[in-house]
């Protein structure tokens, strides 16, 4: 496929940066290497991210040093069942003057952490689907814009549902990726220990900025995707609709639902970006392949007999490959 030439020397430097944004997030976050990489692609790629994990497995300080690295604006909202609306969006005021002041809440920022998400009622987590999919909110009939880029990254706690609200199907949706995070291996375990425990802190290099990752974003939703790769991405979603057509006995027997077409979209992007970052200017099959679970895991729904058989999401989408 014909590339322009300024595409593919700015996808050489695309790629340089992301590897000097990796190192650079490695020295804080070790044993995490495919969670660190996957999240810089959502910021590439633009998207939002959910990150599952039992505590203490540096979700919020990956998130932390994200912004850092990249010189964005961050802020954190611990989502807890008193949490109103108003506290995540803002509200209108009476000045001194008796006119109405917007003061804007904690989403006016280019990353901001929805730290343990499903612990707040479904009202107050809707209101992040306009910001999530519009980068804009409307409060009192008045819609603002939101600084650009922006990216909402999520936590989540899988072992303690007490007290917890189910992510609406239309929230998980907007999130791009669902990223697990797992357990550290034991000669991690002990590097993170002796770094966290001898009192030195790791200085942290600001790599790009709010332009730069921009212009990045704009390359990757330029660059070229063979039909076939097109009609793969598709293909694989069609797979998860037990009644549609092409659908895969897996399907028929394991999902009640299947994922809708932003799931096709999400694939293609994430796999443009795939590419990118593996030193290619055009995805091939295997990219969408690379992407496939974290970008369809949350949008498909097991039934109970896949329950019942101990068959995970991740278990179903290989199939499905």
């Not at 006119?99 to 809707?126: H, M, S, Y």
């Not at 791009?176 to 995070?181: A, D, E, R, T, V």
């Not at 979603?237 to 009640?256: P, S």
């Amino acid at each position: 496929m014909a590339q322009n030439q300024n595409d593919v020397d700015l996808a050489n430097e695309m790629n340089a940066a992301y590897q000097r944004l990796f190192s650079e997030i490695k020295k804080v976050i070790i044993g995490q290497d495919e969670t660190i990489r996957q999240a810089l692609m959502a910021v590439f790629c633009q998207g939002h991210c959910l990150l599952v994990g039992v505590p203490g497995l540096a979700k919020t300080l990956l998130i932390n040093t994200l912004a850092t690295t990249l010189q964005l604006s961050f802020k954190r909202i611990q989502f807890t069942p008193d949490l109103m609306p108003s506290d995540i969006l803002g509200s209108e005021t009476l000045d001194i003057n008796r006119n109405f002041v917007f003061n804007k809440g904690a989403i006016f920022a280019n990353i901001v952490l929805a730290d343990e998400i499903n612990r707040t009622p479904p009202k107050t987590q809707a209101a992040l689907l306009e910001a999530m999919q519009e980068y804009s909110v409307t409060v009192a009939g008045h819609t603002y814009p939101l600084d650009k880029p922006f990216f909402v990254l999520a936590t989540q706690n899988p072992i303690e549902q007490e007290g917890t609200y189910p992510l609406p199907e239309a929230q998980l949706d907007r999130f791009m990726f669902n990223l697990i995070l797992d357990y550290p291996d034991y000669a991690s375990e002990v590097e993170i220990v002796k770094n966290t425990t001898s009192g030195i802190t790791s200085k942290l290099n600001s790599i790009l900025n709010a332009e730069k990752i921009m212009q990045y974003q704009q390359l990757v939703r330029r660059v070229p995707v063979p039909d076939n790769v097109i009609e793969y991405a598709v293909k694989l979603v069609h797979k998860t609709r037990k009644d549609g057509t092409e659908a895969h006995e897996w399907a028929k027997k394991y999902l009640d639902w299947g994922a809708g077409p932003r799931a096709s979209q999400n694939l293609i992007i994430a796999a443009k970006c795939a590419a990118v970052l593996n030193g290619k200017y055009s995805p091939d099959i295997e990219d969408v392949q690379a992407v496939a679970l974290p970008v369809l895991r949350h949008r498909i729904v097991r039934n109970f007999k896949a329950e019942a058989e101990g068959i995970t999401t991740d278990d179903i989408i290989k199939k499905l490959m």
